[in-house]
Nanobody, 115 residues
Framework: QVQLVESGGGLVQPGGSLRLSCAAS????????MNWYRQAPGKEREWVAG????????TYAEFVKGRFTISRDNAKNTVYLQMNSLKPDDTAVYYC????????WGQGTQVTVSS
């Protein structure tokens, strides 16, 4: 059974940091590109960052470049999203996505940036 389980969300003040984790099981993690998406209330889900399967090449949405870092540990079947310099606009549910020929999604973790 495929599972993607996100963790690490919470409430943080503007300028603060959080590290999200996504633990994968039920498929060959190292073969899949991994992504983080987010969805704010009343908005469509948007792509945040991605990391490839083969050489761990990373790409980012413009609005997080220089602040967020995606990484993966294939030995632990886990992908991470380090989020620094958080802004209120980063408030959203963050979802982990695994993509090869199919798409798998996690249940999401809430990130709230507020003073």
């Amino acid at each position: 059974q495929v599972q993607l389980v996100e963790s690490g969300g919470g409430l943080v003040q503007p300028g603060g940091s959080l590290r999200l984790s996504c633990a994968a099981s039920g498929f060959t993690f190292s073969n899949y590109g991994m992504n983080w998406y987010r969805q704010a209330p009343g908005k469509e889900r948007e792509w945040v960052a991605g990391i490839t399967s083969v050489n761990a090449k990373t790409t980012y949405a413009e609005f997080v470049k220089g602040r967020f870092t995606i990484s993966r540990d294939n030995a632990k079947n886990t992908v991470y999203l380090q989020m620094n310099s958080l802004k209120p606009d980063d408030t959203a549910v963050y979802y982990c996505n695994a993509r090869q020929f199919t798409n798998y999604w996690g249940q999401g973790t809430q990130v709230t940036v507020s003073s």
